[in-house]
């Protein structure tokens, strides 16, 4: 991007940005990157402790974005970027991709009780989201595992099992509006994952 089209771009609104997104503009993807890879860079970072896991999140969410970006509709790209990072560590932390750096951090020498009680508060939640899902009526499960685990857009989802994206969009509220409750006492694990 020349500088002169740059200074264009750092003119332009968030709105104005994802507008030109969606449209294939890659100088407004770029200028969106260019806004955000800190922030996200440090949203992931706090949570996996490895610099180039945190830098292999940004840029799955931002290979993500670009693949989808006709498909999504998003009122404010700041938010949106933050809760997509967010959702990705919740995957990599799934996954066990650095499950092995907090079972070192749990050794005696390295770790202490808070950090134990963390990890094993967050381990419990997740074992209660995870079994939560699975109770949710099928429709309403199949829907979060598309929307959650596959990061398909509702429109997407709508598509594929033949509903109306009001449908899909009701059914993900229900399924949150759950789990929110299973983890309303886990405060923390619930200003992390689902704001």
């Not at 968030?14 to 407004?28: H, K, M, N, R």
């Not at 109770?135 to 596959?150: D, V, W």
């Not at 009001?166 to 994952?193: D, I, P, Y």
Request: charged letters at 30%; proline letters at 2%.
């Amino acid at each position: 991007m020349d500088a002169q089209l740059k200074t264009k771009y750092a003119a332009f609104s968030d709105g104005q940005l994802t507008d030109c997104l969606y449209t294939g503009d890659s100088d407004a993807f770029s200028e969106i990157y260019r806004r955000y890879w800190k922030t996200m860079l440090g949203i992931a970072y706090n949570r996996l402790k490895s610099l180039e896991q945190a830098k292999d999140v940004v840029h799955d969410v931002m290979v993500w974005l670009w693949k989808h970006r006709a498909a999504q509709r998003i009122d404010q790209i700041g938010p949106y970027l933050a809760t997509a990072v967010k959702y990705r560590v919740l995957e990599e932390l799934r996954k066990g991709s650095v499950r092995a750096s907090y079972q070192d951090q749990l050794q005696p020498d390295h770790g202490c009780c808070a950090d134990t009680e963390d990890v094993l508060h967050y381990r419990a939640v997740l074992k209660m989201v995870r079994e939560e899902v699975e109770l949710l009526p099928e429709k309403c499960r199949i829907i979060f595992k598309y929307s959650r685990e596959e990061h398909l857009s509702n429109r997407e989802i709508a598509e594929r099992l033949q509903l109306s994206v009001s449908t899909v969009e009701n059914q993900l509220h229900k399924a949150l509006g759950r789990l929110r409750l299973v983890v309303r006492n886990f405060h923390l694990f619930f200003l992390f994952f689902f704001t």
